[in-house]
């Protein structure tokens, strides 16, 4: 296992690593899957997202019935878990699975916890997506790659937590979205937004549309792929006003990418700076700030000081 002590920013080479975060990225929406089939609709998706834990990455409690269980992925003995109010625990390696394998035991463990559950077989925004029940093909899973991911995700929900923390308005959790495989934060400036688009690969349009019902100005980070081949944090409005792209923002190596219509910042950039969380928080500050100006967001109502440990805010 990689570590650094004097640096908890773990190097990060999607090149390298690429086919154990696409194995995680497809396992990843199963379990997902696995709670969106049980837990209620919340507004924009939120639901069905997945959380940082002290050992990879979570579901959080989701309800069935007069029960709850949990899916964790457990990077520090690479197993998924699966565990339930009613005392069943059960895991299976990670190594050696395919997404189909995966997919057939996981569903075979909830049934075996009392919690049988119906797990949708598409996977969802992937261009020419093979069904999990049908894709026997081998995935690589590199032990060290994952853990190195999951450390990483640790400082970036760490900051992200308290980048959320200077916001009054609406804002979502800081959690992880296995459709696209990114972790994300979205501030809201409080109006309707005019009706998504719509168009993500294997998404239905009524979901897109339903995430972007208000204005936002969300950021967050992924790993790499399509249209970027590194590990990068993003910042993207929408409606995008007028004037957002050109906006000024921080540190020196953010740029706005034409591609993706979204400003990028490598995470190679922030960590290797002196201070990476100041590196980070300058860039989730400017670019929000670039969305709220160019958007004529109510800035004085909506913002506030970042928290501090034990203190209330002042009235």
């Given at each position: 296992?990689?570590?650094?002590?004097?640096?908890?920013?773990?190097?990060?080479?999607?090149?390298?690593?690429?086919?154990?975060?696409?194995?995680l990225?497809?396992?990843?929406?199963?379990?997902?899957?696995?709670?969106?089939?049980?837990a209620?609709?919340l507004?924009?998706?939120?639901q069905?997202?997945?959380?940082?834990?002290?050992?990879?990455l979570?579901?959080?409690?989701?309800?069935?019935?007069?029960?709850?269980?949990?899916?964790?992925?457990?990077f520090?003995d690479?197993?998924?878990?699966?565990?339930?109010?009613?005392?069943?625990?059960?895991?299976?390696?990670?190594?050696?699975?395919?997404?189909?394998?995966?997919?057939?035991?996981?569903?075979?463990?909830?049934a075996?916890?009392?919690?049988?559950?119906?797990?949708?077989?598409?996977?969802?925004?992937i261009?020419?997506?093979?069904p999990?029940?049908?894709?026997?093909?081998?995935?690589?899973?590199?032990?060290?790659?994952?853990?190195r991911?999951w450390?990483?995700?640790?400082q970036?929900?760490?900051?992200?937590?308290?980048?959320?923390?200077?916001?009054?308005?609406?804002?979502?959790p800081?959690h992880?979205?296995?459709?696209?495989?990114d972790?994300?934060?979205t501030r809201f400036?409080?109006?309707?937004?005019?009706p998504?688009?719509?168009?993500?690969p294997?998404?239905?349009?009524?979901?897109?549309r339903?995430?972007?019902?208000?204005?936002?100005?969300?950021?967050?980070?992924?790993?790499?792929?399509?249209?970027i081949?590194y590990?990068?944090?993003?910042?993207?409005?929408?409606?995008?006003?007028?004037?957002?792209?050109?906006?000024?923002?921080?540190?020196?190596?953010?740029?706005?990418?034409?591609?993706?219509?979204?400003?990028?910042l490598?995470?190679?950039a922030?960590?290797?700076?002196?201070?990476?969380?100041?590196?980070?928080?300058a860039?989730?500050?400017?670019?929000?700030?670039?969305?709220?100006?160019?958007?004529?967001?109510?800035?004085?109502?909506?913002?506030?000081?970042?928290?501090?440990?034990?203190?209330?805010?002042?009235?």
């Amino acid at each position: 296992m990689t570590s650094n002590v004097s640096n908890p920013w773990p190097e990060l080479d999607f090149t390298k690593d690429r086919e154990t975060f696409e194995a995680l990225h497809l396992w990843s929406q199963i379990v997902g899957k696995a709670r969106t089939a049980c837990a209620p609709w919340l507004n924009h998706g939120w639901q069905v997202a997945l959380y940082v834990s002290p050992r990879g990455l979570t579901t959080s409690s989701v309800p069935n019935g007069a029960a709850i269980f949990d899916i964790e992925f457990d990077f520090i003995d690479h197993l998924l878990r699966v565990r339930t109010s009613t005392g069943y625990g059960g895991a299976l390696p990670l190594a050696g699975q395919t997404v189909a394998s995966l997919y057939r035991e996981l569903e075979g463990m909830l049934a075996e916890a009392g919690v049988p559950t119906q797990i949708n077989g598409a996977p969802n925004e992937i261009a020419d997506p093979t069904p999990f029940a049908a894709d026997d093909r081998p995935r690589r899973y590199d032990p060290d790659a994952a853990s190195r991911l999951w450390r990483a995700l640790i400082q970036i929900d760490r900051v992200l937590q308290v980048f959320r923390t200077g916001f009054l308005g609406k804002s979502s959790p800081v959690h992880f979205f296995w459709g696209s495989f990114d972790m994300a934060v979205t501030r809201f400036s409080g109006r309707p937004a005019p009706p998504h688009p719509g168009g993500v690969p294997h998404l239905p349009d009524a979901v897109a549309r339903e995430a972007y019902s208000h204005e936002v100005s969300s950021a967050g980070f992924w790993p790499g792929g399509g249209l970027i081949d590194y590990p990068a944090f993003y910042s993207y409005a929408y409606p995008e006003p007028a004037g957002f792209r050109t906006a000024p923002v921080a540190p020196q190596a953010a740029l706005f990418h034409e591609g993706l219509g979204e400003f990028i910042l490598p995470y190679e950039a922030v960590r290797t700076a002196p201070d990476p969380d100041a590196a980070l928080l300058a860039f989730l500050r400017s670019t929000y700030a670039a969305a709220a100006d160019a958007g004529a967001w109510d800035r004085a109502a909506l913002e506030c000081d970042l928290g501090t440990p034990g203190v209330p805010r002042p009235c």
